[in-house]
């Protein structure tokens, strides 16, 4: 199992960067990478289930370590939710979600 | 073993939601289907038969999609526990066929894996394999068999391909005598997710070549649908013409049901002699189908648009746009169809909650269903405003009174979303379930499976509306027609029944919101279904034919009501808490009388303290 320790990066120069590790909950359109963990530790959480059952949810959907993840769009009002491409399909999810998925952005980033 | 002991193979189909599981189902089975509920559980069931060559009969179960075993909503549970054969009320399945879209195959390898944990025969239809093909996507079939351990069939449901196929498959699976193996199933936890998703991967890896022409198409239409602001311009203008067609198309239908409840009324009417079973058939029996029937138009030009628009694959995209601009209330973006199709009626709405697989968020939905403005509140709308707002033009352009209608759907929909908003706040504390969602790739819908869902629609409207609709309306004939008025009584009939004698006990309560008498009886038969509030204001009035001679009650009512009076009872009926047949869906969609009984109560409380705020007001301009 992957144990990388990223750090929550929230300067935008950094997250441009090729290699960076950020949250899929503070990509942006037209970023795309592999995911490098998927954890069940978000602790602002206020979700209906437990971050296990979250994680859970994410796993079956195929955000898994491994998997290329590329947004495609987002939402009108506050770039949310997002539209993302998850191997070779299309999956819709709340950034509040998918504050647990990791992921190494690619060189391609836009 | 002769064919007659053979007893018949019970077949279960599952797979990923748009895996052409429906579509598979409706080639299999053709007509030969019966859509009820599982038992104790509003879930639909669909079963149905098919045949093999040599005529035995398969019995087909058409289970809920699902991602997992792992159940989440009450559909999936229906799913996990007849897989298991554990469904009370049900025979477990001798064979399963799991439905896959072959062009997207890693999510249902891994519902593949799990089920055959569950150790029952399984084969695997891989649909859709005439995209697949078209594609370029090369399925290494033989080894993929081997490696899964099941036969597999490809099919493409919509043009009725490989179902023979299918059938002999199961067929000889069913008769080869390979039983079902002990369950060794258990829910994944994440670690079995993970390597379960490892083994798919491999399998995926070694046995599929990817496309050579991948499906570029969903691509581009989705940079249009899904942009920000072009998505939602596309949208609205798509809902907009949706209203167009269920209010312009619908009417010349409804006119003739109308018609034609009215001539069978009369025609019933000149056979049967005066007296009490000539008024509880013709007034209580064929008005109350007749006023329910009215909205079938509405109703399926409305879910010809939802079904065409789902098939598509468009409603997810929709629920993508939709989801913010709800959230803010509280609203699951999926809640947009369920309220979207409670303009024509609450009920096919609270139905159409099913899709909310999170059960606060479906709750939240199926108790601001009916503030949407139902079609049933259009003639106590415009018998109101055309009695007492003045035909005018304001600010060059608009009528006054399209702007008070308009305002009247305004306030519905403000109000849900506050309701909503308060919901959230105060029953689940803020907590807000996720929101995961795949997006389908685009296909054309096929017209057969458009027109086999809507007659699904339409008979379960109209058996509804004869199983729970219409002994509610023949309970409210007998509250408003019993007991009868007194020799050489002069008032009208009903001012002496039970309806009219609560009508005067409630008065007093109705008062400080302008409501006389009559107006307090009038809402008790207007529980049959809201507009009955017309027919039954004619009655105490003695304006006959009051619903087709509107014109008459409106100055009739334009001399006895106040212009406060007329608009309190506008505001009462934003909220309307009167419709039985809402409140009793409420309790069927929800199993408990809990919910039809807090709806009851907040849309009575928020009738009445609407109608208060606007009857003061307006009697302290001096409109009383």
């Not at chain 1, 441009?16 to 069940?40: F, K, N, P, T, Y």
């Not at chain 2, 009820?36 to 009969?57: C, L, P, S, W």
């Amino acid at each position: 199992m992957n144990q990388i320790i990223a750090q929550p990066v929230a300067a935008q120069a950094v997250t441009e960067q090729e290699g960076a590790i950020i949250r899929l909950s503070q990509a942006h359109a037209g970023q795309r990478g592999v995911i490098v963990d998927v954890r069940a530790d978000d602790t602002n959480h206020g979700h209906g289930v437990a971050v296990e059952e979250l994680q859970r949810r994410l796993l079956e959907f195929g955000f898994v370590e491994g998997a290329f993840v590329e947004v495609l769009h987002e939402g009108a009002i506050g770039h949310d939710p997002i539209a993302v491409r998850l191997d070779d399909m299309r999956v819709a999810l709340r950034r509040r979600d998918a504050a647990d998925v990791l992921l190494r952005l690619d060189g391609h980033s836009a | 073993m002769s064919e007659a002991v053979l007893p018949a193979t019970r077949v279960a189909l599952v797979g990923n939601p748009n895996s052409g599981k429906t579509a598979l189902f409706n080639a299999l089975t053709g007509s030969r289907q019966k859509v009820a509920n599982y038992a104790g559980v509003t879930v639909e069931r669909k079963e149905g038969q098919a045949h093999t060559a040599d005529g035995r009969t398969l019995y087909v179960l058409d289970l809920p999609g699902t991602y997992s075993l792992r159940a989440r909503s009450p559909d999936e549970e229906v799913t996990r526990d007849a897989v298991l054969g554990r469904l009370a009320g049900e025979q477990s399945p001798d064979v399963l066929i799991c439905v896959a879209d072959a062009t997207n195959l890693r999510l249902v390898l891994r519902l593949i894996l799990e089920l055959k944990q569950v150790g029952r025969p399984m084969v695997l239809a891989l649909n859709m394999y005439d995209i697949a093909q078209r594609q370029g996507l090369r399925i290494d079939l033989d080894s993929l068999s081997r490696d899964l351990g099941c036969p597999i069939v490809t099919t493409v449901a919509t043009r009725k391909r490989g179902i023979e196929d299918l059938v002999a498959k199961v067929d000889e699976l069913a008769r080869s005598g390979a039983l079902s193996q002990d369950n060794a199933w258990t829910a994944p936890d994440a670690s079995d997710i993970r390597s379960a998703h490892r083994e798919a991967q491999r399998i995926l890896k070694a046995y599929v070549r990817p496309p050579e022409h991948p499906d570029t198409l969903t691509g581009k239409v989705d940079a249009v649908l899904l942009h920000p602001v072009a998505g939602l311009a596309i949208l609205f203008s798509l809902l907009f013409l949706m209203f167009q067609a269920v209010f312009s198309w619908a009417g010349p239908p409804q006119d003739l049901i109308e018609a034609g409840f009215g001539a069978l009324g009369q025609l019933v009417g000149a056979v049967l002699p005066d007296g009490l079973l000539k008024s509880l058939i013709v007034d209580g029996a064929i008005a109350g189908i007749g006023s329910v029937l009215v909205f079938l138009p509405q109703i399926l030009i409305l879910f010809f648009f939802i079904i065409l628009l789902e098939d598509f694959g468009y409603m997810a995209r929709a629920a993508f746009l939709m989801d913010r601009i709800m959230g803010g209330a509280g609203l699951h973006g999926r809640a947009f169809i369920p309220l979207l199709s409670s303009f024509a009626c609450a009920i096919p709405g609270i139905m159409s909650a099913r899709v909310i697989d999170a059960k606060r968020d479906r709750l939240t939905t199926i108790l601001v269903a009916p503030l949407m403005t139902c079609s049933a509140r259009i003639p106590v709308y415009t018998l109101i405003i055309g009695a007492f707002i003045p035909d005018r033009t304001v600010w060059g352009f608009a009528s006054l009174q399209g702007l008070v209608m308009f305002g009247l759907y305004a306030a519905g929909i403000l109000s849900a979303l506050g309701v909503s908003f308060v919901t959230r706040r105060l029953f689940w504390r803020g907590a807000v379930e996720p929101f995961l969602m795949e997006l389908p790739t685009y296909k054309a819908p096929s017209a057969e499976n458009v027109a086999r869902n809507l007659l699904l629609r339409a008979s379960i409207f109209i058996s509804r509306a004869g199983r729970i609709i219409f002994p509610l309306t023949i309970a409210i004939w007998v509250l408003s027609t019993f007991p009868g008025p007194p020799a050489g009584a002069t008032g009208p009939a009903i001012d002496y029944s039970f309806a009219g004698r609560l009508g005067h006990l409630f008065q007093p309560l109705l008062a400080p919101i302008g409501f006389n008498w009559q107006m307090t009886v009038a809402l008790i038969p207007g529980f049959a279904a809201r507009e009955v509030a017309v027919a039954a204001l004619g009655t105490v009035y003695a304006v006959a034919d009051a619903e087709n001679a509107t014109g008459a009650l409106g100055s009739t009512l334009a001399t006895h009501w106040s212009l406060a009076t007329a608009l309190s009872f506008l505001a009462w009926y934003v909220f309307a808490p009167q419709c039985a047949s809402t409140l009793a869906v409420v309790k069927r969609e929800t199993n408990s009388w809990l919910w039809p009984a807090v709806m009851f109560v907040y849309m009575t409380a928020l009738a009445y303290i609407a109608a208060f705020a606007v009857y003061q007001t307006a009697a302290a301009f001096g409109a009383g």
